[in-house]
Nanobody, 124 residues
């Protein structure tokens, strides 16, 4: 069983920055691909970013490319999402997810474990 705990969300003005963290309680963290997703009420959960087991491959949704960066520190069992130049449309609950495979995918159904989510609110 993998437990994921997100932190770092909050209220920020447009143009500001936040860094989300996701700490995993698992011995073999380095064998998991990790992803970040977000969800607005009444909408489907959408892909934001993902990273392979060793950080060698990563990808970001077109809507956040150039503004958000996913990274991981396997020594700390933690994955990060650095969010810069935030926009009001980035407002959502952000979820961390783990897939028990080194390769990442883009759809929520491919992930095995989820955190509880952290709220990000961007004011205009």
């Amino acid at each position: 069983q993998v437990q994921l705990v997100e932190s770092g969300g909050g209220l920020v003005q447009a143009g500001g920055s936040l860094r989300l963290s996701c700490a995993a309680s698992v011995r073999t963290f380095s064998s998991y691909a990790m992803g970040w997703f977000r969800q607005d009420p009444g909408k489907e959960r959408e892909f934001v970013a993902a990273i392979s087991w060793n950080g060698g491959n990563r990808d970001h949704a077109d809507s956040v490319k150039g503004r958000f960066t996913i990274s991981r520190d396997n020594a700390k069992n933690t994955v990060y999402l650095q969010m810069n130049s935030l926009k009001p449309e980035d407002t959502a609950v952000y979820y961390c997810a783990a897939r028990s495979s080194g390769r990442y995918y883009y759809t929520p159904v491919e992930y095995d474990y989820w955190g509880q989510g952290t709220q990000v609110t961007v004011s205009s």
